[in-house]
T-cell receptor, first 113, second 115 residues
């Protein structure tokens, strides 16, 4: 079975500061890992995904994440936060042969001027 | 616009009633997923259809049912509604299944309020 844990339900950063959102996964099979973003009153938008290959994955809006098997982590980072990054971020996992995504509880990112 | 269309956007109904939520997947996507998002449960997988057939079932109540039609649109039926069914219901679609499933595209959701 797969699961994800997002550490920190709320993260606050200043504009221009580093964004780090943490995600740890549990999977009995090689995982596919995803980060989604949800803006208020909208659906979820795919930021980036790891399937196989390069462990550093670049996504949209300047975000990237690194798959670290030894740490069972897939943390999301962005070097410099913008006000427009304020949203809720969800980490998700699925097994290789399992289609459904299992989502974490989400991290709400606040960006202060 | 993600390409996944959900209607209606908002729905207010009374306890005990029945509602139908509709989803049209992105063009070319054969698989449809339904999720429920609530404050206390987070994002919960309900059910998946692939090319008209049920493929996986999650935490879907017996009062809820779904189907996918030949034109690939899907409907989620919720009956005997309770206050606790109030939530955002998302539909998502993907091109393939298994190894060909590289992530979903989500619709903007239907917000259901049961009063």
């Amino acid at each position: 079975a797969q699961s994800v844990t997002q550490l920190g339900s709320h993260v606050s950063v200043s504009e221009g500061a580093l964004v780090l959102l943490r995600c740890n996964y549990s999977s009995s099979v090689p995982p596919y890992l995803f980060w989604y973003v949800q803006y208020p009153n909208q659906g979820l938008q795919l930021l980036l995904k790891y399937t196989t290959g390069a462990t550093l994955v670049k996504g949209i809006n300047g975000f990237e994440a690194e798959f670290k098997k030894s740490e069972t982590s897939f943390h999301l980072t962005k070097p410099s936060a913008h006000m427009s990054d304020a949203a809720e971020y969800f980490c998700a996992v699925r097994g290789f042969s399992d289609d459904k995504l299992i989502f974490g509880t989400g991290t709400r990112l606040q960006v202060f001027p | 616009d993600s390409g996944v269309t959900q209607t209606p956007k908002h729905l207010i109904t009374a306890t005990g009633q029945r509602v139908t939520l509709r989803c049209s997947p992105r063009s070319g996507d054969l698989s449809v997923y339904w999720y429920q998002q609530s404050l206390d449960q987070g994002l919960q997988f309900l059910i998946q259809y692939y090319n008209g057939e049920e493929r996986a079932k999650g935490n879907i109540l017996e009062r809820f049912s779904a189907q996918q039609f030949p034109d690939l649109h899907s409907e989620l039926n919720l009956s005997s509604l309770e206050l606790g069914d109030s939530a955002l219901y998302f539909c998502a679609s993907s091109v393939g299944v298994g190894a060909l499933n590289y992530g979903y595209t989500f619709g903007s959701g239907t917000r259901l309020t049961v009063v």
